[in-house]
C-alpha cells in the first residue's frame, strides 16, 4: 500500500469513528462527545460541528451551575467504584504483554499459545485472560 492510500484509509477510519460517536451521543451518551474531541486532537483536525456546538452548550450548562459537575456533562469516564479495579487490571494486562515478549524473545520456538498457558499458571488466571490480555495490549499501542 502506498503511503496516500494508507492516509485515505487512516481519513476513512476517523469519519467512520466521529460518524459512529455522533450517533452515539446523539443517544444519550455524553462520554461519546470527550472521545471525539481526543480523536480530533490526536489528528490535528478540527472539530465536526456536532463536537463544537455539543461542547460549547456543555461548557454552559457547567458555567451557568445548570450542571454540577464535568461529569454531568460529558460522562464519567469510570462508573463508581470501578477505577481501583479497571487500573489493577490494565496493569496486569501490560504485566502479561511484557512477559509475553519477554518470553517469546527467549524462546522464539515457543508456540504462543505455550506461553499464554505457561503465565496462566504464574498469574492464576485462564489461558484465556492471558491471550485476551496480551491481544488486548497489542491493539491499545496500535491506536497510539
Excluded at 492510500?5 to 462527545?33: C, P, T, W
Aim: glycine residues 4%; aromatic residues 6%.
Amino acid at each position: 500500500m502506498r503511503p496516500d492510500d494508507l492516509d485515505e484509509l487512516r481519513k476513512i477510519i476517523v469519519r467512520d469513528s466521529l460518524s459512529k460517536l455522533e450517533i452515539a451521543h446523539d443517544s444519550g451518551n455524553s462520554r461519546a462527545l470527550m472521545d471525539a474531541i481526543r480523536i480530533c486532537a490526536d489528528e490535528g483536525i478540527p472539530l465536526p460541528t456536532w463536537v463544537r456546538v455539543a461542547f460549547v452548550s456543555a461548557h454552559e450548562r457547567v458555567a451557568r451551575a445548570q450542571s454540577g459537575s464535568w461529569d454531568e456533562v460529558l460522562g464519567k469516564p469510570y462508573p463508581n467504584g470501578k477505577l481501583h479495579n479497571i487500573a489493577k487490571h490494565k496493569r496486569m494486562d501490560w504485566e502479561i504483554y511484557n512477559d509475553v515478549v519477554d518470553m517469546k524473545r527467549d524462546e522464539p520456538r515457543t508456540s504462543y499459545e505455550e506461553i499464554y498457558s505457561r503465565l496462566a499458571e504464574r498469574y492464576r488466571v485462564s489461558t484465556s485472560t492471558v491471550r485476551d490480555a496480551h491481544r488486548k495490549t497489542i491493539h491499545t499501542m496500535s491506536e497510539k
